[in-house]
């Protein structure tokens, strides 16, 4: 194998189901049971891992939000498109950095630049040349599904081999179907590189997304980590290759706090001139659905709105005070302005969080 072979997470589970069946992906058997299931699995892993390397760049960023000085921050991952676009994740970018250095798999190195972040998902896409006459980036891939395998890549020990971690698709439709769940190892070391299956099809770009309240980042080691869902971030491309960011939805409203998994959500305060408030939403307003689905708790509404970007158009279902009837209102989300203090649906300053249902 040409590429460093570094494997961690529950390899053993995943060669006693090998032993006992075959490898999972996405619904379909890729891998026989054999007399050496150690063997099958690895050489499962390697083709995987052979095919998308090559894919898997290493990025440094300078100056801005790297060091004044010029001198390069801790280097990152990133999954090349097609020419001249990297995704990678807004890890190690809370600034512009001066300058961006993208290192791929083949030796060569070239001169690249942010074009714009998916705040969201915690993405930011890249230009590794002259991107005003390229066609929007396409990404290709497929949805995840639960109990198939999955490989983590990354680039950053050495930029000459890949960084691999190993386990499974644990849950899908996470954080507001932002994201895939897995307990492969998820850290600094693969933010921004790919999450494949053995077939390998991208599953989703790695990200330190979080439940509400918490950061990804936190999470290491603890065998919970994400990706941002490959069917969440392909239709989200051209809109960042216009050059313009993307931002979680602001909808200007706060709701109870005390037990977010059987509040009903009701609103405490609307905030004025805000997006909730321009659409007719008032204090005493019980939501019931959020673009058809319907929403029991507090806990309900995060999820549904988490996922959700400013600009969107979005569908309330609204019950007033007591009422009996409801009421539809149509509320265009805005990007939460500094001075705002609401505690919104989806980014709460605190809360008493449960494991999300």
């Not at 330190?208 to 239709?235: C, M």
Request: glycine share 10%; aromatic share 4%; with cysteine.
């Amino acid at each position: 194998m040409n590429q460093a072979t570094r494997y961690s997470g529950p390899r053993g589970l995943l060669v006693a189901l090998l032993a006992t069946s075959a490898v999972f992906v996405g619904g379909g058997v890729v891998a026989a049971a054999s007399n050496t299931p150690e063997r099958a699995i690895d050489a499962a892993i390697e083709r995987a891992v052979e095919q998308v390397a090559p894919r898997v760049v290493q990025l440094r960023y300078f100056g801005g939000g790297a060091d004044s000085l010029g001198v390069a921050a801790a280097p990152v991952t990133g999954y090349a498109l097609e020419e001249p676009w990297v995704i990678t994740s807004t890890y190690g970018l809370r600034q512009d950095p001066a300058g961006v250095l993208c290192h791929f798999a083949d030796g060569s190195q070239t001169q690249a630049r942010v074009v714009a972040r998916d705040h969201n998902r915690q993405l930011a896409l890249i230009s590794v040349g002259e991107a005003a006459d390229s066609d929007p980036p396409k990404l290709r891939g497929r949805a995840a599904r639960v109990g198939e395998t999955a490989i983590a890549l990354g680039r950053v020990y050495d930029a000459d081999s890949v960084n691999v971690t190993v386990g499974v698709v644990s849950a899908t439709e996470r954080l507001g179907s932002r994201a895939v769940q897995t307990d492969a190892l998820v850290s600094p070391v693969n933010y921004g590189g790919p999450l494949i299956g053995l077939d390998g099809q991208l599953l989703g770009v790695i990200t330190p997304l979080g439940p509400p309240g918490q950061s990804g980042v936190g999470l290491y080691d603890s065998g919970v980590g994400f990706a941002a869902a490959y069917e969440a971030v392909a239709p989200r491309l051209a809109t960042l290759a216009s050059g313009r960011d993307l931002h979680p939805g602001w909808l200007g409203v706060t709701l109870p706090n005390d037990d977010p998994l059987r509040a009903a959500p009701k609103l405490k305060r609307v905030t004025q001139d805000g997006p909730a408030d321009t659409a007719g939403l008032a204090a005493g307003d019980t939501i019931t659905a959020v673009n058809g689905a319907a929403i029991g708790s507090v806990w309900d509404l995060r999820r549904q709105m988490s996922g959700l970007d400013a600009d969107a158009e979005v569908e309330f279902r609204v019950r007033q005070d007591d009422a009996a009837s409801e009421q539809i209102r149509v509320v265009h989300l805005a990007i939460k302005p500094a001075e705002d203090e609401s505690k919104d649906p989806y980014h709460p300053d605190e809360t008493k969080k449960p494991d999300e249902p």
